[in-house]
């Protein structure tokens, strides 16, 4: 489907350093540096209600990821999902009285231009279920022709549900790392069915869920009339589009177990190797009042309502720039005030008619963004070079036309 249009990433002087990542399969901070072009995937929206702060964090997060690659010198080949039939889209469609295809194209165009307001840099294909129904369903004829599928009758209907039998699948549990005991937790919660009758292991993901009354379905071949569970979406598309294994899989926090953790394990039975992703990489979880932000308790921040309220989208960037990214934080009306203070102050350096010399500050960002993606570290540096500027240090005519050019190329902070 339509990305949203990439914004201008100006030239910066020199090359930034090799990016390292916190992978949270194995703790490590592991170096992104392929011979080859980056791949990275992120897992997008279900396209049922706005886009809150959480999951602007969350794309920002993995734009700041391929800004520094690409400053690196690395070429970034990235794709980003949008889960555009699930239940949860269903549910609300129905609860609503909508059509779910109506509240899916209204939810993915305000997401667009959410967006393409924060200057998110777009993946090179936002890639629907929908539009991908025959690759994900030749996934899923892959996986069961090599014997790691069966088949569930579905009471009542015709057609059978397909599952992924977990015990022929080794690597299953190594993304995650969770207990068998933590896993059987939270499955149900995040859209997993433990109880089903018949399954071979209770967390065996759901592939195929055959055509149920009143519910969208397509003809898939052999599969029969049903549409796709939602893990093998992002198999299939990640795997189709950027091959067998990739450099980053990310998402927030709440995608660890099942969805990350299923994905991988598809895709490893799928390609025959070992491991999907170099590094799985988590968004932590934006909070209001001291708890999780999240549709369920309707607790949301909503970027467009933010937007519409009169804040300036690059004030949104920067408040959420002053977070790390692995760290859960809440969201407060002074974190709001204080990055509108720091957008003018910034403002206010970058139009002096020179500045503080620029090479130990844009030497420090790179070398903070490469750290595992600190940018409260790096915004700091920006701070502490406007301190000085702002204190009458307009030493270097060129310092801050250097320093606009990297806030908008590095940061993606355009002011
Ligand atoms: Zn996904």
Redesign the pocket.
């Known amino acids: 489907m339509k990305s949203w249009p990439a914004p201008f990433i100006p030239a910066i002087p020199g090359r930034g350093e090799i990016l390292r990542l916190r992978d949270s399969s194995s703790g490590e901070l592991v170096p992104i540096d392929p011979q080859r072009p980056a791949r990275m995937y992120v897992?997008g929206i279900t396209p049922y209600d706005a886009t809150h702060l959480g999951h602007a964090a969350t794309y920002v997060t993995f734009d700041i990821a391929q800004r520094v690659l690409r400053d690196a010198g690395h070429e970034v080949r990235y794709i980003q999902?949008v889960t555009d039939v699930d239940e949860p889209l269903l549910e609300r469609a129905e609860r609503d009285g909508v059509g779910w295809e109506d509240l899916a194209t209204r939810e993915i165009d305000l997401f667009r231009e959410d967006m393409t307001a924060l200057g998110v840099l777009p993946p090179d294909a936002l890639v629907g279920v929908v539009e991908s129904i025959d690759l994900i369903a030749e996934a899923v004829r892959a996986l069961e022709a090599s014997g790691a599928a069966y088949r569930l009758p579905v009471q009542g209907c015709e057609g059978e549900d397909i599952y992924l039998d977990l015990a022929t699948q080794a690597d299953f549990g190594t993304v995650s790392g969770w207990s068998r005991e933590a896993m059987l937790d939270i499955f149900a919660e995040r859209g997993g069915d433990p109880e089903r009758p018949g399954k071979r292991d209770p967390l065996d993901p759901l592939l195929w869920r055959a055509r149920r009354p009143g519910e969208p379905s397509w003809e898939a071949g052999g599969l029969g009339r049903g549409r796709p569970g939602w893990h093998i979406e992002?198999t299939a598309i990640a795997v189709h589009y950027l091959g067998s294994t990739i450099d980053v899989q990310g998402?927030g926090t709440d995608?660890v177990f099942p969805?990350h953790e299923m994905?991988a394990t598809q895709a490893t039975a799928m390609t025959g190797d070992e491991r999907f992703a170099h590094a799985f990489v988590h968004q932590a979880m934006v909070g209001l009042d001291g708890s999780k932000m999240s549709k369920s308790l309707g607790n949301l921040v909503l970027v467009s309502r933010l937007r519409t309220s009169g804040v300036d989208p690059m004030t949104i960037r920067v408040l959420l720039l002053a977070q790390r990214y692995d760290v859960e934080w809440d969201y407060t009306e002074d974190l709001l005030g204080a990055a509108t203070s720091r957008v003018q102050r910034w403002r206010a350096a970058l139009s002096a008619e020179g500045g503080a010399p620029w090479e130990s500050t844009l030497a420090q960002v790179r070398a903070r963004l490469a750290d595992n993606l600190d940018t409260p570290r790096a915004v700091a540096a920006i701070d502490a070079w406007a301190e000085q500027t702002l204190a009458g240090d307009h030493s270097v005519n060129a310092a801050p036309g250097v320093l606009a050019r990297m806030l908008d190329g590095l940061l993606g902070v355009r002011l």
Do not use: K, Q, V
């Open positions: 897992c999902n992002c998402g995608l969805h994905s």
